[in-house]
C-alpha cells in the first residue's frame, strides 16, 4: 500500500463557461480552458485521482510538499498525511493552499476506494445513496434573456421546479455588472423567483459578499418577508464579529463560513461566537473531505445542521455520508446553458438528478468519477 508516484496531467477541454474580472462563471461561447488531473500511484498498480485547476497543482508546490510527504508512506494513513502536508503551510501558505491539500486528500480518498473496489462515502460510513438537491444559479449578468433582471430569474425559477429541483439558491449581482450591487435589486429578484415557485419550493440566497452591516440587515429583513431558509456570506467572512451581530438581529438563519480561512479550526470559532446558525464547510474550502468531515461532525454535536459548498464527486460523498447536510448544492446553472451535458473529460455525471429532485450516488469505486482517460491523454498539454 506504498506511494510509489504522484503526479499531474494537464489538459486541454472545451467548455461554454466564462469567468468575468471578478471570478464569477457566465455563459459564452465554447472555448478550450486547462484543467489538471492529480494522480497518486500506490506499489500494486492501483490509482487514485483528482482534479483542480493547473496551478492549484504547480510544479515546484507538487515536488517541494507533496512528493516530499507522499512518496513511500502508506496511502491508507490519510489522517497522518493531512497533517503532515498542512504543516508545511507554516510560512508557504502562499504556495501550498488548502484547495492543494484538498485536491491531494481527495486523490487518496479515490485512491481507497479504488484499491477496495468501494464507493468513497461507503469507506466513511455511508449514510444515504441519494441527497435531495438545490439549484444554484449563476450570478446575475446584463445579457438579455439571462439573468438580467427580477423577471429572468422568476422564469428560470419555473423552469428549474419543472425540472424537479425542490429548492433554489441565487446568486445575485455582483461587480462588474455595471449597477451593482443593489440590496433593492437583489430583493426584487428574491420576490419574482417567490411569486414564480409559490410558498413550498426552499429558497436561498448567496448575495453580493462586501455589504455594510446595515445593507446586509435590510436585505435579511426583506428576505424574512419572503420565507427564505437562509442567507449566506452578505459580508466579509473575515469579520466574525459582524456575522454574530447579523445572526443576533435577524430571523432568518445566518450560514458560514464560506470562504474564511482557518479549516475546520476557525468554524468552530464560529459555533462558539455564535456567529452563524447553520455551518458552512466544502471540500476545497477547508482542504479536503478529511477536515470536512471533521466540520460537519463538529456541527452535529452542536445539533447543527452543516450545509456543503459546491458540486462535484467529493462534495456529494461528503453530504452522503453525513446525517446534518439537507442539501447537494448542484449547478452553477443558467438558461442559456444545460448542466447535463456534463464534462467532456467525464463519460457520465457524477452527479445524476431524477424527476423528483434527488441526485443519486454512483456506486462505482472511488468518488466514481467515470474518467474519459483516453480523452486527457489525447488532449494533454503538458
Not at 19 to 33: E, I, K, L, N, R
Not at 77 to 89: F, I, N, P, S, V
Request: with cysteine; net charge negative.
Amino acid at each position: 500500500m506504498i506511494i510509489t508516484d504522484v503526479s499531474v496531467t494537464v489538459f486541454a477541454h472545451t467548455t461554454r463557461r466564462h469567468a468575468d474580472t471578478a471570478g464569477h462563471a457566465h455563459p459564452g461561447p465554447a472555448h478550450q480552458v486547462e484543467q489538471a488531473m492529480l494522480t497518486i500511484t500506490s506499489e500494486n498498480g492501483q490509482s487514485g485521482h483528482s482534479f483542480c485547476p493547473p496551478q492549484v497543482v504547480r510544479p515546484d508546490v507538487i515536488e517541494k510538499f507533496v512528493r516530499k510527504v507522499l512518496i513511500g508512506q502508506d496511502h491508507r494513513d490519510r489522517e497522518r498525511l493531512w497533517h503532515d502536508l498542512a504543516h508545511w503551510q507554516r510560512g508557504s501558505a502562499a504556495q501550498l493552499t488548502d484547495r492543494t491539500l484538498a485536491v491531494v486528500d481527495c486523490a487518496l480518498w479515490d485512491l481507497a476506494g479504488r484499491t477496495l473496489g468501494q464507493p468513497v462515502y461507503k469507506l466513511i460510513g455511508g449514510y444515504r445513496d441519494r441527497v435531495l438537491s438545490y439549484a444554484s444559479i449563476m450570478c446575475g449578468d446584463e445579457l438579455p434573456g439571462g439573468l438580467a433582471t427580477p423577471e429572468d430569474y422568476g422564469r428560470f425559477a419555473q423552469t428549474l421546479v419543472q425540472r424537479g429541483y425542490k429548492g433554489i439558491k441565487l446568486h445575485t449581482w455582483m461587480p462588474p455588472v455595471s449597477w451593482a450591487p443593489d440590496v433593492k435589486m437583489d430583493l426584487k429578484a428574491c420576490a419574482a423567483v417567490r411569486e414564480a415557485v409559490g410558498p413550498d419550493i426552499s429558497l436561498m440566497i448567496d448575495a453580493f459578499h462586501w455589504y455594510s452591516r446595515e445593507d446586509a440587515l435590510r436585505l435579511g429583513r426583506g428576505l424574512e418577508k419572503l420565507n427564505f431558509d437562509w442567507i449566506e456570506e452578505p459580508m466579509d467572512e473575515q469579520s466574525m464579529s459582524s456575522y454574530k451581530w447579523l445572526a443576533d438581529n435577524l430571523d432568518i438563519p445566518v450560514i458560514g463560513p464560506e470562504s474564511a480561512a482557518g479549516k475546520h479550526w476557525h468554524r468552530a470559532e464560529w459555533i462558539k461566537a455564535g456567529a452563524c446558525d447553520i455551518l458552512r464547510t466544502g471540500v476545497n474550502d477547508v482542504g479536503g473531505i478529511t477536515p470536512a468531515l471533521k466540520t460537519m461532525h463538529l456541527a452535529e454535536a452542536f445539533g447543527m445542521a452543516c450545509e456543503v459548498h459546491g458540486n462535484t464527486a467529493m462534495n456529494l460523498h461528503l453530504v452522503a455520508a453525513t446525517r446534518n447536510c439537507r442539501w447537494y448544492e448542484r449547478g452553477l446553472l443558467h438558461p442559456f446553458l444545460e448542466y447535463d451535458d456534463g464534462f467532456d473529460y467525464l463519460k457520465s455525471l457524477s452527479d445524476p438528478m431524477d424527476a423528483d429532485g434527488f441526485v443519486h450516488v454512483p456506486d462505482r469505486p472511488g468518488l466514481g468519477e467515470d474518467i474519459d482517460f483516453d480523452h486527457i491523454e489525447n488532449n494533454r498539454i503538458r
